[in-house]
């Protein structure tokens, strides 16, 4: 029963991130216009070194998410394939971990022209900082589980 | 690891394959194969158990304390 559940949850989580990943690829396709719509309606800024930063930021953060939600996907696919407490996935939230802190530092830069940005930067680097708690406990229990499957 | 598993010799002397004790204690052939080959590391009471009465033998005989200098390990 609960089995069955877990699945339902990640089979929709794995749905999820698809269609995340779909809105990625969309904010990419129409990446310079919307960066321009957002600098100037965030912002109210029109001027080439707003506009500039702006859309830097936008598509690196784009990219940060690409690596994020592929990573999400994989760790997905790996827990419906029953394999948990393994370095591939703790490798994969390393992944995550990092996507995020530069997530941060580009928001960091994003916030010499919209001042907003520092609290999505520091957003980030709290999301980081759960994910790298949930890796270390992942590494904790990989080491604990690899001391059982050596007991008999 | 300063303690050796001599379930090898202790099997030898009771001409007993790694199959059939396997069977006997009730554990797979694989385990039984990480037990011999030091590769352990733990040993349930319960198997330690089966060892010895079907081997016919103390747990003494199985596992034994060699002191190794290199091997200063304390919590692992």
Do not use: H
Request: a neutral charge.
């Amino acid at each position: 029963m609960e089995s069955k559940y877990n699945n339902k949850i990640i089979t929709w989580s794995k749905v999820a991130t698809v269609f995340f990943l779909i809105l990625m690829a969309a904010a990419d396709v129409i990446g310079v216009s919307s960066a321009r719509y957002l600098c100037v309606t965030w912002t109210g800024r029109t001027d080439t070194l707003a506009l500039a930063i702006f859309t830097i930021v936008y598509y690196a953060i784009t990219v940060m998410a690409f690596i994020l939600l592929i990573s999400v996907f994989k760790l997905l696919s790996n827990m419906s394939r029953d394999l948990v407490f393994d370095r591939k996935n703790t490798r994969l939230m390393t992944a995550i971990v990092l996507a995020l802190v530069f997530t941060g530092f580009f928001f960091v830069l994003l916030a010499f022209v919209w001042g907003e940005a520092a609290f999505l930067a520091l957003t980030a680097w709290f999301m980081a900082l759960i994910v790298l708690s949930v890796k270390v406990v992942f590494d904790k229990a990989i080491v604990m589980k690899n001391d059982l499957d050596l007991t008999i | 690891m300063a303690i050796i598993v001599n379930l090898d010799v202790v099997m030898a002397k009771r001409k007993i394959s790694s199959g059939d004790l396997a069977e006997k204690i009730g554990i797979t052939p694989a385990n039984l194969s990480i037990l011999k080959n030091q590769k352990a590391k733990a040993v349930r009471f319960s198997t330690l158990n089966d060892l010895c009465r079907v081997l016919d033998c103390q747990p003494g005989d199985i596992l034994e304390f060699r002191d190794d200098p290199e091997d200063q390990e304390t919590g692992d």
